[in-house]
């Protein structure tokens, strides 16, 4: 290849011999003028002068050093080019090159072979003969190079193997191999998204230049008897040795990279790896395993990333399910951003989305109505619940609804007997014999008026993709299963999950905490025959997240409220947590009546630059209250963003929604106008029995979650009238 494309379309070699070409490949652009001739020139010349350092490549063919010289002209790119490197832990196997720059770290094998490649069936063939080991060489030594970029904190998504082909047009994808011809090869890396910045691609070269050092031949050191390197260009300058570079260090690397990631949008530091995480996404599990660990530790991060690898690995399809419908769009985007060569390989869907896509593609009928099946129960209730003995506990319908949708249907019981001996996890209230009676036969005459209306609910939507995933003997479309937020799904959802992949290795992996569960009800992973053992139970605790403010703020609000984990694990409220953050602070603005109080968050987010309101959010505890401040704010003229709609995509605009819908999220800012009242409702009938202890509970674990999505700013807003406490504006720093 050639300065590429000098804007004619095709570019052309210093010889006049026609190169390149096609739109995909990310061409430079050189417009006609005295300005354009320039540039042409420019790119001519460093072309010529990587052409002459490419000949110095005395052993290599014409076409490895038409390879060599546009791998060097991204030099001037910010691109960094190691040449023939030894394999770490080997003798005699080398490395051809190793390329660093914006958009990764490139393991490259450069071929010269006299037919075009042929990928067929997850193999590499060429003229008719199998040339699948070099396919096998190239991948190990990339894992060798994901090992090593691991010590920096960087994803092994990242790194990427390519196999290029001397006289030859090839632009294809084995696996996660990408394979490119000697014209291909430029545009195509040129073109790659940037991920890395100038300091990342020095440091990760300078790191790669230690791990991989320079290849010596073993064969011309046995008939001369001196150890002599081969004569290869030296395309970029030698990494100084350990002894002369008194700044490369790789934990200040490492905090250098952690503090590249916060100073971000936070949508680029929600992709940020330590390297516990990085252990974690690249560990092979004989079966089910899950990661737990409180708010904060980075677990959604590790299964995106997870998700990423596992389908660069097998080459397959990973479905990556969560139960919220706003999380699959702002995941997918991520992904996207972090991981592109694999995107489209990663499924991302509520649960619900997807049983009910999964039974339309086997032709099973599904009549999903919520309005009929709500009046379903509203009938059962007028009937046969209201004047029963469950009204002693809870006279309002919601409550027993909760039940049928959580406990009984949630967790598949077909039979009062099984009913009337079920543990029900994380619901408090006692129910005796006749009140148990009572909720069944609220339950079955609930489902004579569903049935009546032929019409199913969400549970019934998931009850019937399971029996259809289990009659259909272990084939599933996907080599992998993750499911983010697990304890927010019913036992009936895990268990058809766990159905697409069996116990099969590196299969199913749960990621959730039992302290962040925002629905009622639980169950245990025993429940659904789901066996984590050993070392595939793991548990992450530095929060990278909150400051210790932060962290004692949101603890505070849930320290009496044990709970227990799915893994039948009996957790108190107040945890341990290992802090790595230490900037954040706790805003309290506590104002004398409602319109004071909106009045000072109006005034707070209109005087946040453009910047710092897209890493903002406002969060509320229901609908109505997102309802109005969402007036509140336009009217001010502050943008909003729901959360609903939120993609992951920055946008200037402060994200309104509510505590369940930023599960999964962090913001740099977090603002929850008038949080208290989640702390005061029904606070003074916990003693009194009935349901309010449960409710209460249910609150607070939403407002926690809510409080642990904030980075650098919890902003706490309270209404307090005069009289009792005057206005003020604290802030815990």
């Not at 994901?146 to 960087?154: I, P, Q």
């Not at 394979?179 to 990342?200: M, Q």
């Not at 064969?219 to 001196?226: K, Q, V």
């Not at 489209?344 to 649960?351: K, Q």
């Given at each position: 290849?050639?300065?590429?494309?000098?804007?004619?379309?095709?570019?052309?070699?210093?010889?006049?011999?026609?190169?390149?070409?096609?739109?995909?490949?990310?061409?430079?652009?050189?417009?006609?003028?005295?300005?354009?001739?320039?540039?042409?020139?420019?790119?001519?010349?460093?072309?010529?002068?990587?052409?002459?350092?490419?000949?110095?490549?005395?052993?290599?063919?014409?076409?490895?050093?038409?390879?060599?010289?546009?791998?060097?002209?991204?030099?001037?790119?910010?691109?960094?080019?190691?040449?023939?490197?030894?394999?770490?832990?080997?003798?005699?196997?080398?490395?051809?090159?190793?390329?660093?720059?914006?958009?990764?770290?490139?393991?490259?094998?450069?071929?010269?072979?006299?037919a075009a490649p042929e990928p067929s069936g997850g193999r590499l063939r060429a003229g008719g003969f199998s040339r699948d080991e070099h396919r096998r060489k190239l991948l190990a030594v990339?894992?060798?190079?994901?090992?090593?970029?691991?010590?920096?904190?960087?994803?092994?998504?990242?790194?990427r193997p390519l196999m290029a082909f001397a006289g030859h047009r090839v632009d294809s994808e084995l696996g996660r191999l990408?394979?490119?011809?000697?014209?291909?090869?430029?545009?195509?890396?040129?073109?790659?998204?940037?991920?890395?910045?100038?300091?990342?691609v020095r440091a990760l070269a300078e790191h790669l230049g230690r791990v991989f050092p320079e290849y010596e031949d073993?064969?011309?050191?046995?008939?001369?008897?001196?150890?002599t390197a081969q004569n290869r260009p030296a395309a970029t300058p030698a990494?100084?040795?350990?002894?002369?570079?008194?700044?490369?260090?790789?934990?200040?690397?490492?905090?250098?990279?952690?503090?590249?990631?916060?100073?971000?949008?936070?949508?680029?530091?929600?992709?940020?790896?330590?390297?516990?995480?990085?252990?974690?996404?690249?560990?092979?599990?004989?079966?089910?395993?899950?990661?737990?660990?409180?708010?904060?530790?980075g677990k959604t991060v590790v299964a995106l990333h997870r998700a990423a690898y596992l389908a660069q690995r097998t080459g397959g399809r990973v479905l990556y399910v969560t139960f919220a419908n706003n999380l699959p769009r702002v995941q997918a985007?991520?992904?996207?951003?972090?991981?592109?060569?694999?995107?489209?390989?990663?499924?991302?869907?509520?649960?619900?989305?997807?049983?009910r896509t999964y039974l339309q593609s086997r032709d099973v009928p599904v009549r999903l109505h919520r309005e009929k099946a709500e009046t379903a129960f509203s009938l059962a209730w007028k009937h046969l619940g209201r004047d029963s003995c469950l009204a002693e506990i809870d006279p309002l319908p919601r409550y027993w609804k909760e039940e049928i949708d959580h406990v009984i249907k949630g967790r598949g019981i077909t039979s009062f007997d099984a009913y009337a001996a079920l543990p029900r996890r994380r619901r408090r209230t006692s129910l005796r014999h006749p009140h148990r009676q009572a909720v069944w036969a609220l339950y079955e005459a609930y489902e004579a008026q569903r049935t009546e209306r032929a019409v199913h609910d969400f549970n019934d939507v998931l009850s019937l993709a399971l029996a259809e995933a289990a009659g259909r003997g272990g084939?599933?479309?996907?080599?992998?299963?993750?499911?983010?937020?697990?304890?927010?799904?019913?036992?009936?959802?895990?268990?058809?999950?766990?159905?697409?992949?069996?116990?099969?290795?590196?299969g199913l992996l749960l990621v959730g905490d039992g302290q962040q569960a925002v629905y009622p009800g639980g169950f245990r992973l025993s429940d659904a025959g789901i066996d984590i053992r050993g070392d595939r139970g793991q548990v992450l605790r530095a929060n990278y997240r909150n400051s210790k403010e932060i962290v004692d703020t949101a603890l505070s609000v849930v320290a009496e409220d044990a709970f227990e984990d799915i893994d039948g694990s009996r957790t108190p409220g107040r945890r341990d947590v290992d802090l790595t953050y230490h900037h954040g602070e706790v805003v309290r603005a506590v104002l004398p009546s409602p319109a004071a109080h909106d009045a000072a968050l109006v005034a707070v987010l209109r005087g946040l630059t453009p910047q710092e309101l897209a890493d903002s959010a406002v969060l509320c505890p229901a609908t109505r209250a997102i309802a109005r401040y969402r007036r509140l704010l336009t009217r001010a003229g502050v943008r909003v963003c729901l959360l609903e709609s939120y993609d992951g995509r920055p946008v200037a605009a402060v994200k309104l929604g509510s505590y369940r819908r930023a599960k999964g999220l962090e913001f740099k800012r977090v603002y929850l106008p008038r949080y208290e009242?989640?702390?005061?409702?029904?606070?003074?009938?916990?003693?009194?029995?009935?349901?309010?202890?449960?409710?209460?509970?249910?609150?607070?674990?939403?407002?926690?979650?809510?409080?642990?999505r904030a980075r650098d700013v919890l902003w706490l807003g309270s209404v307090r009238p005069s009289g009792t406490a005057g206005e003020s504006t604290d802030r815990e720093e």
């Open positions: 290849m050639t300065p590429w494309d000098a804007g004619r379309g095709e570019g052309a070699c210093d010889d006049g011999r026609r190169v390149g070409g096609g739109e995909r490949g990310g061409r430079i652009g050189i417009t006609a003028g005295p300005g354009g001739r320039r540039q042409e020139r420019l790119l001519r010349e460093q072309w010529r002068a990587a052409r002459r350092r490419a000949e110095r490549w005395e052993a290599a063919s014409e076409g490895e050093r038409r390879i060599a010289a546009q791998l060097l002209m991204l030099t001037e790119r910010g691109w960094r080019l190691l040449v023939d490197r030894r394999w770490p832990g080997t003798r005699a196997a080398n490395v051809d090159m190793l390329l660093i720059g914006p958009g990764g770290v490139f393991v490259i094998d450069v071929k010269n072979w006299r990339t894992k060798a190079a994901e090992g090593a970029v691991a010590a920096l904190g960087m994803s092994p998504v990242a790194v990408r394979l490119l011809g000697e014209h291909e090869i430029g545009p195509a890396l040129l073109s790659e998204r940037t991920r890395l910045s100038a300091g990342s073993p064969a011309a050191a046995d008939r001369t008897g001196i150890r990494a100084p040795s350990p002894a002369d570079d008194g700044l490369f260090d790789l934990d200040g690397l490492r905090r250098a990279a952690l503090d590249e990631a916060r100073r971000a949008p936070i949508e680029q530091w929600m992709t940020f790896l330590d390297p516990d995480q990085l252990a974690l996404v690249r560990r092979n599990w004989a079966g089910p395993a899950r990661i737990s660990g409180p708010a904060g530790t985007t991520f992904l996207a951003t972090m991981a592109p060569a694999v995107a489209d390989r990663i499924e991302f869907s509520s649960l619900h989305h997807w049983a084939h599933s479309p996907y080599t992998a299963v993750v499911v983010d937020e697990v304890q927010d799904l019913t036992l009936v959802g895990v268990r058809l999950l766990h159905s697409l992949v069996g116990d099969s290795p590196n009242a989640n702390l005061t409702v029904g606070k003074e009938a916990e003693d009194d029995g009935g349901t309010a202890r449960e409710q209460g509970e249910l609150m607070r674990s939403q407002l926690f979650v809510a409080m642990t």
